[in-house]
């Protein structure tokens, strides 16, 4: 567990919290962005524009990416087939995009909803008395869905250390949270470095041995000497022959 923790740690660190804080800022302003369209009832496509947002939402997650590596990629349909050109698109750049048209939905239609139920009255008031657009928008409706955008932020920035599909199909070399926290495969800490062996006097066990898996002959005989059940055994006297076989067993002979 502790190695698991200090993953993420090493994450974050290493691969730049500053990152995961302005993607998931831009993606709630793009989300609030969306919503304020939407949200205004003059717009005649705001239904369907409604509809565009929630189609990421039932996609499963890597499809955007995939679909993006479709049209951009190597042979995509566009940047080969229609524009003639050859290149990689894997990398934070492409990620970063990918993200935001897959996350940004998230923070539309939460603060749509914020934005909707917004009294008109209060609005309609400031603009009477003289207010500009902007001054009413500023003083009035930013106010009152600024909870609604924090938790729309918060939401994204969940969504985007959970997402492990997208950094996985177009991330590339990129490391993400997400992915460091699969631990790597070592194979030099799969090899055993010591090894341990019956040790066994006149053909009867008497106790086991643990050595070095590379120790020679001499280092198991001395290690087998030295074990107090074998020096009861031999009653003190000398071995007549210690006989190591190796990784599989040592027989003493008294």
């Known amino acids: 567990m502790r190695e698991f923790l200090q993953t993420w740690i090493d994450a974050f660190h290493e691969h730049r919290l500053l990152t995961y804080a302005t993607a998931m800022a831009m993606r709630a302003f793009i989300g609030f962005i969306y919503a304020f369209v939407i949200s205004r009832p003059e717009l005649p496509a705001r239904r369907a524009l409604r509809l565009i947002a929630t189609l990421p939402l039932f996609s499963p997650p890597f499809a955007l990416g995939f679909s993006y590596i479709l049209m951009f990629g190597r042979f995509g349909l566009i940047s080969h087939d229609v524009l003639g050109f050859e290149t990689s698109i894997l990398g934070w ?10 996350h940004f939905p998230y923070a ?35 106010p009152l869905v600024r909870p609604a955008v924090a938790g729309a932020a918060l939401v994204i920035a969940i969504y985007v250390l959970a997402d492990f599909a997208n950094p996985l199909v177009i991330g590339g070399d990129f490391p993400l949270v997400a992915t460091e926290a699969w631990p790597e495969l070592e194979p030099a800490l799969l090899v055993e470095t010591t090894i341990t062996l019956p040790v066994q006097v006149n053909g009867k066990k008497r106790a086991d041995v643990t050595v070095a898996r590379d120790a020679k002959n001499a280092e198991i005989e001395a290690a087998v000497l030295a074990l107090e059940a074998i020096q009861r055994a031999l009653d003190g006297k000398p071995p007549k022959k210690v006989i190591v076989v190796p990784q599989r067993i040592v027989n003493v002979v008294a």
Do not use: D, H, M, Y
Not at 115 to 129: F, M
């Open 93 to 102: 750049k492409s990620l970063w995009a990918v993200q935001t048209l897959t």
């Open 108 to 142: 539309a239609l939460a603060i749509e909803r914020a934005l909707s139920a917004t009294p008109a009255p209060l609005e309609a008031a400031a603009r009477n008395l003289g207010s500009g657009g902007f001054t009413v928008f500023r003083t009035i409706t930013l």
